[in-house]
């Protein structure tokens, strides 16, 4: 399945509002989604962070580039997720695109288990938009309580590699964590957290055998 607006646009249906590819009506705005993914979830260091990202312009018909790169973060270079990046920043002065991180740090996720420290940077990271979205979409997270209190929203499983504004939202994330995970490196070079930013690879666990665990790393998971 190709990744384009289609869901967005059923959404727009269901709550009124015209398709993206339509001219706007006099009178009438447009349904603001956000997408939003998480990356770091399962590293054994650092920080689980979330992008919120939303298109204000879709993209009539195909995607032009670099946007025709847009996909899931796991599937693109990390050149590519940087390259995207850029422009994405480029959209937002433009005002075409808005988008947000927000990051939970290792004392909080072992204080609140990894599943509410990442509900707890989803609120945030929409919080941060400079638009209150009307509607978001969440890249299949699973969890009984409830994740956004202030808008409706919905999950689906590989969100991120069929919704635009989903994959855009793992992109951002993405870089912003990798970037994080390059700062603690340079704190804490015995780990090589440049390497494999903070998951569990040989190297990783070879290193803590080493050195032990630092402060970034995660007290509630299974570190040896």
């Known amino acids: 399945m190709a990744i384009d607006f289609n869901y967005e646009n059923k959404l727009r249906e269901k709550y009124g509002y015209p398709p993206a590819s339509a001219s706007p009506r006099d009178g009438v705005r447009d349904l603001c989604i956000a997408g939003l993914d998480e990356v770091g979830r399962g590293p054994l260091a650092g920080p689980v962070t979330v992008g919120a990202f939303v298109f204000l312009n879709n993209p009539k018909g195909g995607f032009d580039h670099p946007l025709g790169l847009l996909r899931d973060s796991k599937l ?4 590519q997720r940087e390259k995207l990046y850029e422009y994405f920043c480029e959209l937002k002065k433009g005002g075409k695109v808005d988008f ?12 609140k288990h990894i599943h509410h420290a990442t509900a707890l940077a989803m609120q945030r990271a929409v919080q941060k938009l400079d638009k209150k979205p009307d509607y978001a979409l969440i890249d299949g997270f699973r969890y009984p309580g409830k994740i956004l ?56 666990y070879k290193m803590l055998k080493k050195h032990g665990p630092s402060h970034i790393h995660r007290q509630s998971f299974r570190l040896y």
């Open 100 to 111: 947000a991180t927000a990051s939970v740090f290792p004392r909080t996720i072992d204080k």
């Open 149 to 204: 209190k202030e808008v409706e929203y919905s999950t689906m499983p590989k969100a991120d590699n069929l919704i635009p504004s989903v994959a855009a939202a793992s992109i951002v994330a993405k870089v912003k964590r990798d970037a994080s995970m390059v700062r603690y490196h340079k704190k804490y070079p015995q780990y090589r957290f440049d390497l494999h930013k903070g998951y569990g690879t040989e190297l990783h």
């Open 76 to 79: 693109l270079s990390a050149k």
